[in-house]
C-alpha cells in the first residue's frame, strides 16, 4: 500500500516532472488543434481527466479478469465507453464548446495519454494508485493545453476566455496552425530550460 507521500509524487510527477505535453510530447494532436483558446484547452482537459480517471479506475478494478491476448481491446472497448458518455453529456449541456471541439473529442479513443496510463500504470497498480496517477497526468495535460490556448489567445486575439483585454488586432498568426507550433516550441523550451537551471545545468 502506498503512503500518502507517495501518492502526492504520484500526482505531482503528472504535472510537472512527466507532463504529458511538455516532457512526454503526449497527445499533441489535440493539444494544437483545438488550443486556439483558453477555453476550448481548457474543455479538452477537462474532459480528457474524465475519461483518463474512469478508465483507470475500470481497468485496476479488472485487471486481474482480463485474458492478456485482449488486454489492449479491453481497454479501448473501456476508454470509447466513457468518451461516448463526454461526448453525450458536452453535446447536451455545452453545444457551443462541443461544436468548438468537434471531432477531437471522439478522438481521445485514441490519445495515447490515455491508453498509455491504462496499459502501463492502471494495469499494473492498485485502484487508489490509479485514480491519483489518472488525476494527476489529467491535470497536467488540461494546465498545458490552457497555458497553450491562453497564450495563442492573447497574442492572437488580445483577450483572454473571451475577455477583450485591449483593443486593436493581434497577430493572426496565433490563432492559426502555425501559432500552435510556434507557441509550443518555445513552452516547452522553457520548461527545459527551466528544468535544467533548477538541476544547476547551465547551457
Known amino acids: 500500500m502506498m503512503s500518502n507521500t507517495s501518492h502526492k509524487e504520484n500526482f ?5 516532472k512527466e507532463n504529458p505535453v511538455f516532457v512526454l510530447l503526449l497527445g499533441l494532436c489535440p493539444t494544437l488543434g483545438v488550443t486556439s483558446s483558453a477555453f476550448n484547452g481548457l474543455g479538452m482537459g477537462v474532459a480528457t481527466v474524465f475519461v483518463l480517471v474512469m478508465s483507470n479506475l475500470v481497468v485496476s478494478l479488472i485487471k486481474n479478469f482480463i485474458p492478456d491476448k485482449v488486454r489492449i481491446p479491453a481497454f479501448i472497448v473501456i476508454i470509447a465507453s466513457f468518451v461516448t458518455m463526454v461526448q453525450l453529456l458536452m453535446e447536451a449541456y455545452t453545444p457551443a464548446l462541443h461544436e468548438q471541439l468537434g471531432l477531437f473529442i471522439p478522438l481521445i479513443v485514441v490519445n495515447c495519454i490515455v491508453l498509455g496510463r ?10 487508489v494508485s490509479s485514480l491519483v496517477d489518472g488525476l494527476g497526468m489529467g491535470v497536467g495535460f488540461t494546465l498545458a493545453l490552457t497555458l ?5 489567445e492573447l497574442l492572437g ?15 493572426l498568426v496565433f490563432i ?3 501559432g500552435a ?9 522553457l520548461m527545459n530550460w527551466l528544468k535544467d537551471r533548477s538541476a544547476g545545468i547551465k547551457r
Open 12 to 16: 505531482i510527477k503528472g504535472l510537472v
Open 118 to 127: 491504462a496499459e502501463a500504470f492502471a494495469s499494473r497498480n492498485t485502484v
Open 148 to 152: 497553450l490556448g491562453a497564450i495563442r
Open 157 to 171: 486575439s488580445l483577450s483572454i476566455f473571451g475577455f477583450r483585454l485591449m483593443e486593436g488586432d493581434g497577430m
Open 176 to 178: 492559426l496552425a502555425p
Open 181 to 189: 507550433f510556434i507557441s509550443l516550441g518555445f513552452l516547452i523550451a
